[in-house]
């Protein structure tokens, strides 16, 4: 079960199925990199106002350990597509809009997890379940947020795994507050295997991150920027202007579903955003937009609890209480 409190990154298991589907991927990309076109990417989802669903622009590697939450996505038909942020060995917090309705009744996608690369290194577990916010609503914004459950690990491996590096906690304060913390200023981690560019045809074989503000919402609601439509499940982050290298940080393309954590310089993690849509990719006046943690924290633990501790089947009627109803 998900406490409040920090749950650990643990290493994951490689099956062979899935390390299969993998190779199929990485031999897509290899491809890519050599100049031929990337068969196996996923084309972008547009929500109906024409906003184009998030994208790491002009971020840096991510050292080796640093994040070890972040997971990919992927499958044979599209490669590398979504991000997402491991809570504890069996769930990974994710966008619902990283999910297709038939994953919701049989996911076909597998999580990778453990690298910065996506050529090598990394463990990988089947997706057994996937659970959408019952309230999404495809080719829209609100409620942006899934879980998604992963194939039990051995306890062979249970007690073989080691700590792998900081613990990253559940944003739970302010759960209705549309002024909720992190407060605007703060310096976020958002990170991903996504497109460096608004123009590139396929993500990146790094993990990149990139250190960016938080957005306030009255400002991301701005005329010129979202125009009201930032509801109080919803943070910004990034910048309105480009800095002085004249370049703006920027989450991008197949990022989406992936972490925007606090307190990552001061070794506190905590997940407070999910990668969910934007404006294009680092353009002025759009930063991205991401799904307010704190806002679905007791849908996270309500969800997870349900699912690992499902209640009893009610108790066979006696036949004496059957007899005394009928003849009543």
Not at 186 to 205: C, D, L, P, Q
Not at 208 to 232: F, H, K, Q, R
């Amino acid at each position: 079960m998900i406490k409040r409190s920090n749950t650990r990154m643990t290493g994951m298991l490689l099956s062979a199925a899935a390390a299969l589907s993998l190779s199929t991927q990485v031999a897509a990309q290899e491809a890519a990199e050599s100049g031929a076109e990337a068969a196996a990417e996923a084309a972008p989802e547009r929500t109906a106002n024409g906003t184009v669903r998030t994208k790491i622009v002009n971020g840096i590697q991510a050292p080796d350990g640093l994040l070890p939450w972040q997971v990919a996505m992927f499958s044979p038909a599209f490669g590398n597509y979504c991000g997402g942020a491991k809570l504890n060995d069996n769930w990974v917090l994710t966008a619902a809009h990283c999910l297709t309705a038939r994953d919701a009744i049989s996911p076909q996608f597998w999580i990778l997890g453990g690298t910065t690369n996506l050529m090598s290194g990394g463990t990988v577990r089947k997706a057994i379940k996937a659970i959408p916010h019952e309230s999404y609503r495809r080719g829209q914004q609100l409620h942006d947020i899934a879980l998604v459950r992963l194939e039990p690990m051995p306890e062979s491996a249970r007690s073989d795994r080691r700590a792998n590096g900081p613990e990253l906690a559940i944003d739970g304060s302010n759960r209705s507050d549309t002024a909720a913390a992190p407060p605007a200023a703060e310096k976020v981690i958002v990170s991903g295997f996504g497109r460096t560019s608004e123009s590139a045809t396929r993500g990146s074989v790094r993990l990149l991150m990139a250190e960016i503000d938080v957005v306030a919402n009255d400002v991301c609601n701005g005329p010129g920027v979202y125009d009201g439509a930032i509801t109080s499940g919803m943070m910004c982050a990034g910048q309105l202007q480009p800095n002085e290298a004249g370049k703006i940080v920027d989450a991008c393309q197949g990022d989406s579903g992936g972490p925007l954590v606090k307190g990552v310089r001061d070794g506190n993690p905590v997940l407070v955003g999910v990668v969910s849509w934007g404006r294009g990719c680092a353009r002025p006046n759009s930063p991205g937009v991401y799904t307010r943690v704190s806002s679905y924290y007791s849908w996270i633990i309500d969800t997870i609890d349900k699912e690992e501790n499902p209640p009893p089947p009610p108790p066979p009627a006696e036949d004496g209480a059957t007899t005394t109803e009928t003849e009543a």
